[in-house]
């Protein structure tokens, strides 16, 4: 799978761990920044990301930040993002499976590397449900 992924400085570390396992795994990983410790402000790769993701240049996305609030706020401010931030292996299950999310958000500050790296896999392996129900709430959100 293609996957873009973006940070802020607080989820610079996860990003780079999680960029580099999800490389192993063999997926193909746009990294749109940021590139270092630096302070940087994470609207702009929330931003940077959701655009990617939405405009077709990867299947999903990941962004990183603090705690990973910041940047699913900036990245769903975006039309055609949904992105979830997850904390459970049962939230990235239904954020997939209920919510179609294509970027997830992690906490760098607040998600250990081997709690994200099982979020992400159980985000990237779950379907969404395609039935009638879940189909009418995402196009809602579509709509909006
Ligand atoms: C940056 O210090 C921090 O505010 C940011 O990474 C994030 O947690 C915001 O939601």
Known sequence: MRIAMASDHGGFELKEQLKEYLKGKG???????????????????GKRCAEYV??????????VCGTGIGISIAANKVRG?????????????????????NLLALGGRTTSFEE????????????????ERHTRRVRAITEM
Do not use: Q
Request: charged share 20%; net charge negative.
């Open 81 to 101: 993002a949904r992105c979830a931030v997850c904390a459970s292996e049962t939230m990235a299950r239904l954020a997939a499976n209920h919510n179609d999310a």
């Open 116 to 131: 994200a790296a099982k979020y992400t896999e159980v985000w990237l392996s779950t379907p969404f449900d395609c039935g």
């Open 54 to 63: 939405v405009g077709g240049g990867a299947d999903k996305g990941i962004v």
């Open 27 to 45: 997926h193909e990983i746009v990294d749109l920044g940021t590139d270092g410790e630096a302070s940087v402000d994470y609207p702009a790769y």
